[in-house]
């Protein structure tokens, strides 16, 4: 596979996203079809992991930490801090935003351990926690850079605005956002942010949550805890709406001679060369259809018509819903 920059390293065009093999939607696989997907991804020559102290409130760190401590040297490893799982005093986890700087500290030595590494590639504030100066949090983890903890730093769904006062702190290596055809706030101001200070731009959820694979025809059989049950978009009336848009974006992913899942990661490779998506999948034979994106080629023309097909006006309903909104910075359309 073609390499990107990102910061230092050149790392595979197209990164693994490891928070599906413990998180996220629906029951996660067993350890054994995580490590299957890992070491095949390692195997397919992706070199970027990304994974997060919240993912599986550290067992996501725990599986990739296990599976690729004898490849440590092969891949660019990135995780995130500032957003965990908390014990209550009723014993039950939940996800807390704590931007503190003790916290950060905290998160960190946490996943060094779980990921059974002396030093993160690249270390993200997964959320700004806005009761803390981002001067404050960004000012913690160049601590980490300077303890050789961590190599780089990277920030996760903030805004244009946020980017730079953070960047002024420390060297930001790459703003990790979701960004996708349906999903284009990053193309208000944050590319331009990144584009301006140097920052790689990590893309993720690119295949819109399985939507721009064509896998999910009927959303009313999720599991109870598949986020995707509280996000607005994949709500049942708006899901009816957006499904409209899939015959149309099939047929120029027929025309471009390769499948949805791939159009949709294409299309972002061919935004800039400063764009690194990051799909997640816990099968391997998505994982290998999602690598071949790499070498698919789209000419202008069929990028005009994906880009008027799908996008924030033709898609229905929020990408997240008002809780989630909340807790992020983005500019949103
Ligand atoms: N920074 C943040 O706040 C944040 C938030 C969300 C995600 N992320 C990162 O981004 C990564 C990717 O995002 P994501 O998982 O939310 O979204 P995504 O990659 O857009 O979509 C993942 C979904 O698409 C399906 N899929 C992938 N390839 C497929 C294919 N070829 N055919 C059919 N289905 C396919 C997967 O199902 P199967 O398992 O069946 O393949 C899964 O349900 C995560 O793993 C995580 O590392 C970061």
Not at 185 to 196: G, H, K, Q, S, T
Not at 215 to 238: G, Q
Request: proline share 5%.
């Amino acid at each position: 596979m073609d390499t990107r920059k990102l910061g230092p390293f050149a790392v595979s065009s197209l990164g693994l996203g490891c928070m599906n093999l413990s998180h996220a939607y629906g029951t996660p696989p067993s350890p054994e079809q995580g490590e299957r997907v890992l070491l095949a991804a390692l195997d397919a020559g992706v070199t970027l992991f990304d994974t997060a102290s919240l993912y599986g409130f550290g067992a996501n760190e725990t599986l990739v930490g296990r599976v690729l401590k004898p490849h440590r040297d092969r891949f660019t490893l990135a995780s995130k801090g500032g957003l965990a799982g908390v014990k209550g005093d009723d014993g039950t986890v939940r996800r807390v935003i704590d931007g503190r700087p003790e916290a950060i500290l905290r998160n960190c030595e946490d996943s060094l351990r779980r990921l059974q590494t002396e030093v993160i590639d690249l270390y993200y504030l997964h959320r700004w926690d806005k009761k803390v100066p981002i001067e404050d949090s960004v000012g913690a983890m160049s601590r980490l850079v300077e303890q050789g903890k961590v190599r780089t730093l990277g920030l996760s769904e903030v805004s244009a605005n946020t980017i730079r006062k953070a960047h002024a702190v420390h060297a930001i290596t790459a703003v990790q956002t979701e960004y996708s055809l349906w999903t284009r706030n990053p193309e208000i101001a944050v590319l331009d942010a990144c584009r301006e200070l140097g920052i790689t731009f990590v893309a993720f959820s690119p295949v819109a949550r399985g939507f721009l694979c064509d896998a999910l025809p009927d959303v009313t059989t999720l599991e109870a805890k598949d986020i995707r049950k509280s996000m607005p978009r994949f709500e049942p009336a708006n899901y009816a709406g957006n499904l409209k848009l899939l015959p149309g974006y099939k047929a120029l992913a027929r025309e471009a001679g390769c499948t949805p899942a791939q159009l949709a990661l294409a299309w972002l490779l061919h935004q800039g060369q400063d764009i690194i998506p990051i799909p997640g999948t816990t099968s391997v034979a998505h994982l290998q259809e999602d690598l071949a994106a790499a070498d698919v080629k789209l000419d202008a023309g069929l990028l005009a018509r994906l880009d008027a097909d799908i996008n924030q006006q033709t898609v229905q309903g929020n990408r997240y819903s008002a809780q989630a909104r909340s807790e992020v910075d983005t500019e949103e359309f």
